[in-house]
């Protein structure tokens, strides 16, 4: 389907022909219809998204100049209307509870288009895609079958075609990662049989990681295809597939002032109008608003205004065994700057004047120097021990944004870091410290190793990443974090996962000074890459962890950067 064989439909419409209005919208439809409901996986939105963007096509028709760019154009706007309908999702709706109801979109595109074997496979996988990737698949299967162009693709997205084309391969890799789990889910695997007993058959993100990571070490379940059968990539088996064709009862309602198209599917896939009318509308609906903004190149849709972000920098050399890069200068975050405290609830000047009274802790702001890996630290400061009570029990795995635990005592706690670049790369959102009554330092760091150590021959690759996979890209100015993060508490404070863009989980818990002091001693003589480091000097002016507040803003991901509290 090409806008340029439009043109005369196209420019007739946009002259009030009310038969070139029917005809454009029931040619277009199915376009549409793909793409969202692909891109939301048949959830029960699906019509209301599809309904919104002709909604506005039509009723900006008017001020589209070039008729040839109408399918790119008709695409950015249901691009458009995904991510808008992904940003007023309430809690509620993110669990998906709504759309049990609903016709899951990868059996649709199985039973219309009857696919058979690893095209049927390839399907049934995009289930266990995030919303991003599936926002990219629903506009690159169609490019693959021939609907859409790559210059289409990336204006949709609203990113280059060079950025498009690393994206798109991202995405694709991820995508075999799904279908080696429908396989695996497919076979005869006990041990498979046994990680998946306790699952409720829901594809979801912790799921995948769990099955993937089986995967990997199962040589039953990590073949490249079944006996005498050769896995064809995914976009060989997408080519030329037709349009999953819009369901019988699907209706269509479209208002504006003088101008009405009501559209309805019949038995017979051919289009009849109704009289029913989605609203009165005196003159054309307002084009789409430009707030659904995606950052770091389309990775993830804003939910906060710009400014409330880190900023994101390009990934930095992977630390060396030997002569890491001088640390960079120690400037105090809180210097005046009225951009760098854009919190809606800012704190009256009172409350300013007496921050200083309680200021305590140094600035860590900066990325760190790693030090000599056969150095062992020295020796960790003895803090008082009442212990320390979690919210989420001896030990909790935060594996999705929001999952927040609340640590309450006196004494040390464990962060342990897993980024997982193989699922998704990019601009990583470090988790926060919010609500802090009381002290709490950044008192060593341990595992073994820093996550950006090499864990390559070529020196290129380490947990943040390596070129085949993309690398997770740290807010300027954070530290490199260890494998393992340990921090004193004496109060009570709450520690909030705000993953959004690169993948990572965190497990959080309790912890002790001896527990502490056994893991930062480990040292390359035993299996470790290096020593850990203490940070703590045993006084108020120890280092406080980075994104740490007093305030409980609603949203966890905007505390801006500061070592200081």
Known sequence: MDGRQWRSTIAAAQAGDRRALDELVEGWLPLVYNIVGRALNGHADVDDVVQDTMLRAV?????????????????????????????????????????????????????????????????????????????????????????????????????????????????????????????????????????????????????????????????????????????????????????????????????????????????????????????????????????????????????????????????????????PAPPAPRTPSRSPSPSSSPSPSASPSPKKEKKPKNLYGTVVDVADRAPDPDSPPAALPRRPESGVTSSGGPRTAMNHRGDNVTFTGQGYVLVRWQILPEYRPGGLVMP????????????????????????????????????????????????????NEYYYLDGTVTLTQNERGADYNITVAPSTWDAVTEDITVGPDRGAIRYGLVRDDGKDSAPVPQYVTRERPADAATVPQRSEV
């Open 432 to 483: 926060a410290w919010t609500g802090l009554e009381g002290m709490l330092f950044h008192v060593a760091s341990g595992g073994g190793r820093r996550m950006d150590d090499p864990t390559s021959a070529d020196g290129r690759t380490s947990s943040m990443g390596g070129p085949d996979i993309g690398y997770t890209v740290l807010p300027e100015g954070a530290q490199q974090m260890w494998q």
């Open 59 to 323: 009723g900006n028709l008017d001020t589209l100049r070039d008729p040839d760019s109408f399918r790119s154009w008709l695409v950015a706007i249901a691009m458009r209307q995904i991510r808008d309908r992904a940003r007023r999702r309430t809690a509620d709706q993110l669990d998906d509870h709504d759309a049990q109801g609903a016709a899951d979109f990868a059996e649709l595109t199985v039973l219309r288009l009857q696919l058979e074997g690893q095209r049927k496979e390839v399907a049934e996988a995009v289930r266990w895609l995030d919303d991003e990737d599936r926002q990219l698949l629903s506009l690159w299967w169609l490019e693959v079958a021939g609907e859409l162009t790559r210059r289409e693709l990336a204006a949709a997205v609203g990113i280059s075609r060079q950025h498009a084309a690393v994206r798109v391969q991202r995405m694709k890799a991820r995508l075999e990662t799904a279908r080696g789990i429908v396989r695996a889910l497919d076979s005869s695997c006990s041990d498979l049989g046994r990680v998946t007993a306790r699952w409720s058959g829901q594809p979801d993100s912790v799921w995948r990681k769990r099955i993937a990571r089986h995967i990997r070490g199962c040589a039953r379940c990590d073949g490249h295809g079944r006996p005498g059968e050769v896995v064809v990539p995914a976009e060989r088996l997408l080519v030329g597939l037709a349009l999953v064709p819009v369901p019988v009862g699907f209706t269509l309602s479209l208002a504006f002032g003088g101008k009405t198209a009501v559209a309805a599917t019949t038995a017979t896939a051919s289009l009849s109008w109704s009289a029913k009318v989605i609203g009165a509308l005196t003159k054309p609906a307002v084009a789409v608003t430009a707030s659904a903004t995606v950052v770091a190149g389309g990775a993830y849709v804003v939910t906060q205004p710009s400014e409330d972000r880190p900023a994101q920098v390009a990934p930095t050399a992977l630390s060396t065994a030997r002569g």
